[in-house]
């Protein structure tokens, strides 16, 4: 197993371009198969979660070309509507396939998907939203079965605004005739992005952004080329690294109305944030205060995916600061790892009561998750001695060159195998 090593206590200055979102392109690469001619994704990022996307897609009869950071995918001879397990298992985000698969196809054949276990992500309000375009699902032996031959227009709500289940039945009714509202819808960038993708090969679709999404089908889509929107998520992750570490770095190929709610919190601290032409710069020096307290909620609210940066961060803040986790149950397991560290944190529900320490110390630790593996890194940066981080086959489904990225910026820190 791959791991990092971290010699802390170095502070972080240069610059940073920040890479397309994963949570934009996975979604756009599930929806490539919707088009009949050939797809040119621009600036795709290298990660494990993009690579097991593009097994599926050729598993599904996609022709699949990789040029640098150009991906190639020409769908004209899908035929298969069938998500193996083994790969189903690899990728929480195979779940996306389902509607462009049934738009497509007109039936998919599915196993439940896999991915990070951060607690319950039920996908019923996929399949209810589905069910109420007409489409005929049965679930038995692990698999979900999808007929969609008495598929039709609907006018429907979400009980929750749940990113998938949003671009889920985006996708599923784009060729349905007439007009289709989803209502409740969740408003992540990443949904505009999958919006304007669809547009660009001629769908028709709007309001995402909103909490409404209306799709007007249409009888067909053709190729195009999209460069997918930056990621919020990777670049939330290094912007606390810097504010913890102390430095100063500038983030190119940022959009600040994005992480708007990150930044109203780190504002607090005694770092300083500033955007000129397109580039902002992060310094930060010494200690800080308590966080104020976060919430995690659904977007334009303080996103999940952040959550345990900002707890790592807290760690070492000067107080007591307060985080609530209100999107997924298990995202503290990683609190365990922390506290091999050196940090003071205690979890009672879905609350993170964190008292600040001054000095963390390396240790051993392994990442659970994703972004929880993202922070343990952070915390390695920061702490004394060397910090080993294990497991980090979870990282790299989210974050490409993290150590790349790390050292570029004056970390001690290496990748090894």
Known sequence: MSKYIINGGKRLVGQVEVPAAKNAVLPILAACILSKGE????????????????????????????????????????????????????????IFLLGSIIARLGKADMAYPGGCEIGLRPIDIHLDGLKALGIDIVEDGGHIY?????????????????VGATENLMMAAIFVKGKTVIRNVA????????????????????????????????????????????????????????????????????IPEH?????????????????????????????????????????????????????????????????????????FKQISEFRKMGAKVDVKGRTAIIEGVSRLSGAEVSAEDLRGGASLVSMGLYADKT????????????????????????????RAD
């Open 146 to 162: 999808c007929d969609a031959c008495n598929i039709k227009s609907a006018d429907l709500i979400l009980d929750l605004p749940s």
């Open 187 to 254: 408003r992540e960038p990443e949904i505009v992005d999958l919006q304007d993708f669809l547009n660009s090969m001629g769908a028709k679709v709007r309001g995402a952004g909103s909490s409404v999404i209306v799709v007007e089908g249409v009888a067909s889509l053709h190729g195009t080329e999209y460069t997918p929107v930056s990621d919020r998520i990777a670049a939330g992750s290094y912007i606390i690294s810097t504010v913890m570490c102390g430095g100063e770095v500038e983030f190119s190929n940022i």
């Open 259 to 331: 992480l708007r709610s990150l930044i109203s919190k780190l504002c607090k601290t005694t770092c300083n944030i500033h955007m000129k032409n397109g580039i902002m710069t992060v310094r930060s020096n010494g200690r800080h205060p308590r966080l104020p307290k976060i919430d995690t909620m659904y977007y334009p609210g303080f996103p999940t995916d952040l959550q345990s940066q900002m707890t790592a961060l807290a760690t070492v803040c000067d107080g007591t600061s307060i985080i609530t986790e209100n999107i997924f149950e298990t995202r």
């Open 39 to 94: 797809v040119v994704i621009h600036k795709c990022p290298h990660l494990r979660d993009v690579d097991n996307m593009l097994k599926i897609l050729q598993d599904l009869g996609c022709k699949i070309k990789v040029e640098g950071s150009d991906v190639t995918i020409d769908s004209s001879c899908v035929s298969g509507g069938v998500v193996s397990h083994d790969l189903a298992q690899e990728l929480r985000s195979s």
């Open 387 to 414: 910090t080993i981080v294990s497991d980090i086959f979870h990282i790299e489904r989210g974050y490409e060159g993290m150590d790349v990225i790390y050292a570029s910026l004056g970390a001690d820190i290496v």
